[in-house]
C-alpha cells in the first residue's frame, strides 16, 4: 500500500511540473535570452524559429514577396503594403498592421498566423505590438 501512494505521488508530482513547464515554455527565447519588444528579439525568437525555421517564410505556402528571414525580414514588413489595405507594419500604429492583426488572429487579415501549433504566446503577440507601438525601429 504504502508503494502504491509513492507512485502515485510520483506520477501526480510529475504531471504538475509537465504542466507547469508545458505553461512557461511558450514565449521564452533560446536560453540566456527572453523576449523583448525589439526587432532583434522578435526577430530571433518569433520569426526565425517559428516562421522561418517551421517552413512557411520562405518556403511553404507563404507568399515570396514576405521572406521573415534574418537580414531581409525589416525591409520586407515596415511600410510595406499588404494585401489588406494597409501596411505590414505602420509604426508606431499595431491596430493598422497586417503583422499583428494576424498573430492575434483577426479575421479582417484571413488566417491567423502562425498556422498549425506554433500559435504564438501571449507575451509573444504582445512584444510584436509594443515593438510596433514603440516605432518598428529595426535594432
Known amino acids: 500500500m504504502k508503494n502504491i501512494y509513492k507512485i502515485g505521488s510520483f506520477f501526480l508530482l510529475s504531471f504538475v511540473l509537465f504542466t507547469y513547464a ?3 515554455e511558450q514565449g521564452v527565447g533560446p536560453p540566456g535570452g527572453g523576449l523583448e519588444p525589439t526587432f532583434s528579439s522578435i526577430q530571433t525568437n518569433i520569426f526565425t524559429l517559428k516562421c522561418v525555421n517551421a517552413g512557411c517564410h ?3 505556402g507563404a507568399p515570396p514577396s514576405l521572406p521573415l528571414q534574418a537580414g531581409v525580414a ?3 514588413l515596415v ?3 499588404s494585401v489588406f489595405a494597409i501596411p505590414r507594419v ?3 500604429n499595431a491596430n493598422n498592421s497586417a503583422l499583428y492583426l494576424k498573430v492575434i488572429g483577426d479575421n479582417s487579415v484571413g488566417s491567423r498566423m502562425p498556422l498549425s501549433r506554433n500559435a504564438l504566446s501571449s507575451a509573444e503577440t504582445n512584444a510584436i505590438r509594443d515593438w510596433i507601438n514603440n ?3 529595426n535594432n
Open 22 to 24: 508545458c505553461e512557461h
Open 58 to 60: 520562405p518556403g511553404g
Open 74 to 76: 525589416y525591409n520586407a
Open 79 to 81: 511600410n510595406v503594403p
Open 90 to 92: 505602420d509604426p508606431a
Open 135 to 137: 516605432g518598428a525601429q
